[in-house]
C-alpha cells in the first residue's frame, strides 16, 4: 500500500515546535497499516525535520540557543549574504538536521518511544507556511 | 514483504560502539530478500544512529572527542539541566547524528561498502539497555 | 516495485557538488513510478549526501567553509591521524550530514521543493570516484 499526501504547516516563529499530533491527524490511513513506513519530507532548504523530546519545552528552547551558537549568523566566512542574516544559517541548519524522518509504522501507528516528538525546526526569522510531504508504504 | 522487529541492546558505556553484526544476527530474514531496505530505529531522545569507519577503534574514540567539544555539558546557555549535565547535550547529540538509519539491502545482505559499520552512539553517562525497532521492506 | 542500481561518481575536488540531474538520468526507471521512494545511499564514511539549495554556487561554497570551521583538522583531540589530516575530519562531517537521502517520488519524478537539490559532500581532498546505491520502491 502506497499514499502520499502534502500538508501544509501553517507559519510558525523560529524555533523548534511540536507537530506530531498534527502530522498523525492529517493522515488518518495510518491507522489502516499493520506495518510500514511513515516518510515525512519537507520541502524546503532552511526548515528541517527531527526527532526529539516531546515534553518540556525547555528542551526545544535549548535547541535553538545550541543552533545560534553553533552556526552563527555573524560568522566571517558566509559569502552567501544577500538573502539576510538569518538565511545561509538557515541552510546550514537544515543540512545537520535533515530535510526528512522515516518512522516505523506499527498496528496503526507511529511507532515512536515515549519521549520522542516529531519538531519542525524553522530556521528563518519569516519563513511562512511550510510543505510537508507525507509517503506512508506497508501493509 | 514486511517484517519488524525490536532487539534490545544491551547498557553500553557512554561512546560510539559497533553493532553491525549483532543486528544482522538478530533479523535472519535479511537473507531471503533479494533487493530492499532495512531500516533501523532507536526509540530514544539521548541515543542515536550512524554509520562509519569499522575497522580502527581509535576513531570511534574521536568520535566520542569531537562531539564532547563540539557540545559542551557547560554551556551557559542550557536551560534543562534537571536531569543532569549530560542530558541535554545527548538531545542535541541525538539530533545531529539521527534517530535512524535505511540501508540498502541486496542479496540477502546489508550492501555496505568496505569500511562501513553501524554504530550505536550512547550519549548518556548511563544510558541504560536500548530499543532498536528493525523494519524490512523489500522482496 | 523494487529496482536498485549502483552509480558511479567520477571523482570531484573536496567540496558540495550539485548531482540531481545525474542522479535522475541514471534511474530511467523513475518515470514509471507513480508514487514511491528513492533512496540513494553512498558507500563511504569520508563522503556524504545532503540536500540543499541548487541555484547559488556561494551557497554551496558557504558549506565548504562551514563545515571546515565547524571540523577543524587541527584540533588537538584527533588520535587517528595516520591516514591524514583531513581523514578523521572527514569521517566526522560524513556522520553530521549523513550516508542518504530517502526522496519522495511523485508521477515519475522526484517531488523536491522548487530549491532542492542533490549535494555530493566530498570531505577528502583526493576521494577518488564514489560508489551511490540507488534503490527505487513504490507503483
Request: hydrophobic share 35%; net charge negative.
Amino acid at each position: 500500500m502506497w499514499i502520499q499526501r502534502e500538508i501544509t504547516l501553517r507559519p510558525r516563529p523560529r524555533g523548534f515546535h511540536l507537530i506530531t499530533a498534527e502530522v498523525e491527524s492529517e493522515v488518518p490511513e495510518l491507522r489502516s497499516l499493520e506495518v510500514g513506513i511513515a516518510h515525512l519530507f519537507i520541502r524546503h532548504t532552511s526548515a528541517s525535520l527531527t526527532l526529539n523530546e516531546n515534553a518540556s519545552p525547555d528542551v526545544r528552547r535549548d535547541f535553538e540557543s545550541y543552533f545560534d551558537e553553533a552556526v552563527p549568523e555573524d560568522a566571517p566566512y558566509w559569502t552567501h549574504t544577500i538573502e539576510g542574516p538569518d538565511d545561509m544559517p538557515a541552510h546550514i541548519k537544515a543540512s545537520l538536521l535533515g530535510p526528512s524522518l522515516s518512522l516505523p509504522v506499527s498496528r496503526g501507528r507511529l511507532a515512536l518511544g515515549t519521549w520522542q516528538g516529531v519538531y519542525l525546526c524553522e530556521h528563518r526569522d519569516h519563513g511562512g507556511a511550510r510543505s510537508l510531504l507525507v509517503t506512508l508504504s506497508g501493509e
